[in-house]
Each structure stands twice: as structure tokens, then as C-alpha cells.
């Protein structure tokens, strides 16, 4: 298996979907719409089948679901055929997106305001709903989600006095830990509490038998690749999505 289809594995396990179908090498994730990364097609091993006849199952599949077909495209010689289907049926790209890593440092500050539990807390919930402005109508799928969550988990909060001025999860599997939806306050960005969640998160990492870490940053999101890159991570790959709106198949 290839670097970048274990760094692929350890994410779709870091964040399952409400429901799961395999298909011949690919997995079909279902979330409700709620975030590309729980609503798309992955590819983790060759196919049996037609391409064609795949593309076609599997818009049927997000079509009955009511939701667009999404297919999660990443450098590896089983997206390649793929690739050039969904080039003829006029898939758009979107949510370019760099997977990032780093070994894991020996020391870390000693004076970061971090909190981080195994259990996902109502102010942990509260917190990440409100600082990712989600919708009221996805907010169960996010407790869904971080629910279902099987690997060493680390809901992460970081304090400045009494507020609340971030908030992450980590997830360790495999020597790895993962970082996702790290987020600050709006009120309270640009501050440094970034770069201080993270670290903490990554010390946690380390403390739950990590010696790697990895995380996915949007291309476009300049501030987040610039605060990850000074921390030494390093952009190994990137990936997207290619996207076809909701449809009637004839």
C-alpha cells in the first residue's frame, strides 16, 4: 500500500461517516451533506469492474441519498482511469487540498492553556458548532460523526483567562495522530492561539505513542498553510474533489 493510501486510510477512520457502502475497492461515505470529507467516494483499492459502470452505480447511490456525487481524487495510479471518467462527464474540481506531516518533537511549551479529554463534551460540541458556524441542520451529523469515532481520540479546548478561544480534535492510530477541525474564536484569530493549539495537540499526540502527525489544509487557506509550514510540517501531497450536482440519471 502506498504512503499516501495509508495517510488516506487513517483520515476516512479519523472521521466516519454516518453510513458506509463498499463497492468493488471503493467506499461510498454518506453523511447528510454535512462536509465533503463524509459525503464522497474513495478509492482504496483496484477495480474489477468498468469504470463507467461504477461512476454510473454510484450516482445512482448519491442520487437516491438526495445529495451531489463527489468523488475524493488523490495522487495514486487507482485515480487515474477515474480521473479521466469523470473529465468526460463534466465533473467540476473543487477543495484542493494539501495533506500535510511532521515528526513529532521531543519538547513542547510549557505554558499552554489546553484542555483535551477523551469524551466529547456538550461545551466541546457547543464550542465547535458556534466556531465553524455549522448549520443548525448539520449539527447532529457533527455529533454523529465525532460520536462514531473509534481510534484514541483527544477533543481539544484552549483557554485565554476564562474564555474559550479554540477548539480541535486529534485522533492517534498507527504511530500517527491527526489533526482536525482546529478552529479559532472569530473575535480572537491572529493572535497566536493557533499555533497554540496545535502544539498542544500534537504534545498530546506524543503522549498517546504518536511519533508522527499529519493534517489537511485547503489550498486557498494562505494563513493555516503559513502557521502549519512555520511549525516544519511538510506538504507530502495534494488531493481534491470532483463534484457533479444532484441529478436525474436518464
Same mark, same amino acid.
Given at each position: 500500500?502506498?504512503?499516501?493510501?495509508?495517510?488516506?486510510?487513517?483520515?476516512?477512520?479519523?472521521?466516519?461517516?454516518?453510513?458506509?457502502?463498499?463497492?468493488?475497492?471503493?467506499?461510498?461515505?454518506?453523511?447528510?451533506?454535512?462536509?465533503?470529507?463524509?459525503?464522497?467516494v474513495n478509492v482504496l483499492c483496484p477495480s474489477r469492474l468498468a469504470i463507467p459502470t461504477k461512476v454510473d452505480w454510484c450516482e445512482d447511490q448519491y442520487?437516491?441519498?438526495?445529495?451531489?456525487?463527489?468523488?475524493?481524487?488523490?495522487?495514486?495510479?487507482?485515480?487515474?482511469?477515474?480521473?479521466?471518467?469523470?473529465?468526460?462527464?463534466?465533473?467540476?474540481?473543487?477543495?484542493?487540498?494539501?495533506?500535510?506531516?511532521?515528526?513529532?518533537?521531543?519538547? =513542547?511549551?510549557?505554558?499552554?492553556?489546553?484542555?483535551?479529554?477523551?469524551?466529547?463534551?456538550?461545551?466541546?460540541?457547543?464550542?465547535?458548532?458556534?466556531?465553524?458556524?455549522?448549520?443548525?441542520?448539520?449539527?447532529?451529523?457533527?455529533?454523529?460523526?465525532?460520536?462514531?469515532?473509534?481510534?484514541?481520540?483527544?477533543?481539544?479546548?484552549?483557554?485565554?483567562?476564562?474564555?474559550?478561544?479554540?477548539?480541535?480534535?486529534?485522533?492517534?492510530?498507527?504511530?500517527?495522530?491527526?489533526?482536525?477541525?482546529?478552529?479559532?474564536?472569530?473575535?480572537h484569530r491572529r493572535k497566536g492561539f493557533g499555533r497554540q493549539i496545535v502544539q498542544g495537540m500534537m504534545h498530546w499526540g506524543k503522549e498517546n505513542g504518536a511519533n508522527h502527525c499529519y493534517l489537511q489544509a485547503f489550498h486557498e487557506n494562505s494563513a493555516a498553510m503559513a502557521l502549519?509550514?512555520?511549525?516544519?510540517?511538510?506538504?507530502?501531497?495534494? =488531493?481534491?474533489?470532483?463534484?457533479?450536482?444532484?441529478?436525474?440519471?436518464?
Amino acid at each position: 500500500m502506498s504512503f499516501f493510501r495509508t495517510l488516506e486510510e487513517l483520515s476516512l477512520n479519523a472521521w466516519p461517516a454516518t453510513r458506509i457502502t463498499h463497492y468493488d475497492g471503493w467506499v461510498l461515505r454518506f453523511s447528510n451533506g454535512f462536509t465533503r470529507r463524509a459525503n464522497s467516494v474513495n478509492v482504496l483499492c483496484p477495480s474489477r469492474l468498468a469504470i463507467p459502470t461504477k461512476v454510473d452505480w454510484c450516482e445512482d447511490q448519491y442520487t437516491f441519498a438526495e445529495l451531489p456525487t463527489v468523488f475524493k481524487i488523490f495522487p495514486d495510479e487507482l485515480t487515474q482511469d477515474l480521473t479521466e471518467e469523470l473529465d468526460q462527464r463534466g465533473y467540476e474540481t473543487e477543495g484542493e487540498a494539501h495533506v500535510m506531516t511532521l515528526d513529532l518533537p521531543d519538547s =513542547y511549551p510549557s505554558n499552554l492553556e489546553i484542555t483535551i479529554s477523551p469524551f466529547l463534551s456538550e461545551q466541546w460540541y457547543a464550542d465547535a458548532v458556534g466556531f465553524n458556524r455549522v448549520v443548525p441542520q448539520h449539527h447532529v451529523e457533527l455529533r454523529n460523526i465525532v460520536e462514531r469515532i473509534q481510534p484514541i481520540c483527544g477533543f481539544s479546548t484552549l483557554y485565554h483567562g476564562k474564555d474559550t478561544v479554540a477548539v480541535g480534535l486529534a485522533v492517534v492510530e498507527r504511530d500517527w495522530v491527526g489533526l482536525f477541525d482546529i478552529v479559532v474564536s472569530p473575535e480572537h484569530r491572529r493572535k497566536g492561539f493557533g499555533r497554540q493549539i496545535v502544539q498542544g495537540m500534537m504534545h498530546w499526540g506524543k503522549e498517546n505513542g504518536a511519533n508522527h502527525c499529519y493534517l489537511q489544509a485547503f489550498h486557498e487557506n494562505s494563513a493555516a498553510m503559513a502557521l502549519y509550514q512555520s511549525l516544519g510540517f511538510e506538504s507530502q501531497y495534494r =488531493y481534491h474533489y470532483r463534484s457533479k450536482p444532484l441529478h436525474k440519471r436518464n
